[in-house]
């Protein structure tokens, strides 16, 4: 048997189990709520309902804003209560199909929100609420290679919220 088959396979197996946390270890875990979503400013992702879009949406976020948290409050929960969000740019219907225009310095994103932010024993670290709105030059990320993920420019502005929020 050739010894570079042999090897694979374990050092592949060891890599995987070196990427996943221990069991029981615990994980940063965000929640996201909303309130009346459906009177928010701007909430249609993909030109679909609020109700996908909030699905969408908190899986999104979640999923992104895990790992900053883990870094920032290993073990730490975060919850996000949305009372309003404005995405960036605008939905032009083409041909059938709705595609979200991000150009210049229009219609950045905006969202309001209660957040509770605490550690692994449950003690409250941060609560309050905030409105945030990205204020960077939309044509400075005109290269950017991510800003063509789903909701970049909201994900990277909850991400520096998060890095920026003072803890007690």
């Avoid at 979640?62 to 209560?81: H, I, M, Q």
Wanted: net charge positive.
């Amino acid at each position: 048997m050739n010894m570079h088959r042999a090897v694979f396979p374990i050092v592949a197996v060891s890599c995987l189990l070196a990427s996943v946390p221990a069991l029981g270890a615990p994980r940063g875990t965000v929640n996201i709520q909303y309130v009346q979503p459906s009177k928010f400013t701007d909430f249609s992702i993909y030109g679909r309902d609020y109700q996908w879009s909030a699905s969408y949406f908190s899986t999104q976020i979640s999923d992104d804003l895990a790992p900053v948290l883990e870094r920032k409050v290993p073990g730490g929960k975060l919850t996000l209560t949305f009372t309003d969000i404005d995405l960036a740019g605008h939905y032009r219907g083409r041909g059938g199909s709705d595609v979200r225009i991000v150009r210049g310095e229009i219609r950045p994103a905006r969202m309001s929100f209660a957040f509770l932010l605490q550690d692994s024993a449950g003690r409250t670290l941060a609560n309050g609420s905030t409105r945030i709105t990205d204020n960077s030059s939309q044509s400075s990320l005109a290269h950017h290679p991510r800003r063509s993920t789903p909701l970049y420019y909201e994900k990277r502005m909850l991400e520096r919220w998060l890095k920026s929020s003072k803890t007690s």
